[in-house]
């Protein structure tokens, strides 16, 4: 069977998400624009897909969980089919899950542990992991926003642009100064470090 078109995405909810992994026992987080809007506490733009963040470790656990659904390890537009008990390959770190129909959910493999966050894209980035990670009132776990923003920051898209504009206000001094930080280390000609070092 053929997977779906790429752009074929019929994301689940957040709490649709929650459902099928709290009851797991493993560390998990929604990631992407999704976090975003769920650090607003409201939905302040379409999303295209659902992204979940997983610690290596779990990545079996959370497949054997979605064993119903067929699993696509992805990466720079390209859709690699997995067969049972296979892992993505080397430089994969997403897998969309599909129910034949629509892609439902994108599994993002990330390093760490329990306690530590480490910054996929470069590991010498590291924090606790309950400075990154902040839940919702009902308890769905999000990556908080100044974690969102470093990964967006690479990129410049307009939902990018959204993203930040809605959140930056939003951010706490610890987090905002955080971010800066790794900003400079990382992307020291961002736009974005004028507007977050600009004096209230």
Known sequence: MSPPD???????????VAARLDPLGVTWCVAGG???DLAAGRRTRDHGDMEVAVLRRDYHVVRDALRELSPHAA????LHALAPGEEPPEGYFQTWFTDGEAWL???MIEPGDDDTW????DETVRAPRSFMVARTADGVPYL???GGLLFKAKYGRAKDEADFAVVEPLLPPEQR???VDVLRR?????????VLTASP
């Open 6 to 16: 790429g752009r074929a995405w019929r994301p689940w909810s957040p709490e649709e």
């Open 34 to 36: 999704w976090a975003i």
């Open 75 to 78: 990466v720079s537009g390209t």
């Open 105 to 107: 959910v994108d599994v």
């Open 118 to 121: 480490v910054y996929r894209r």
């Open 144 to 146: 908080a926003p100044h």
């Open 177 to 179: 100064a955080w971010l």
């Open 186 to 194: 990382l992307h020291p000609e961002h736009r974005w470090l004028s």
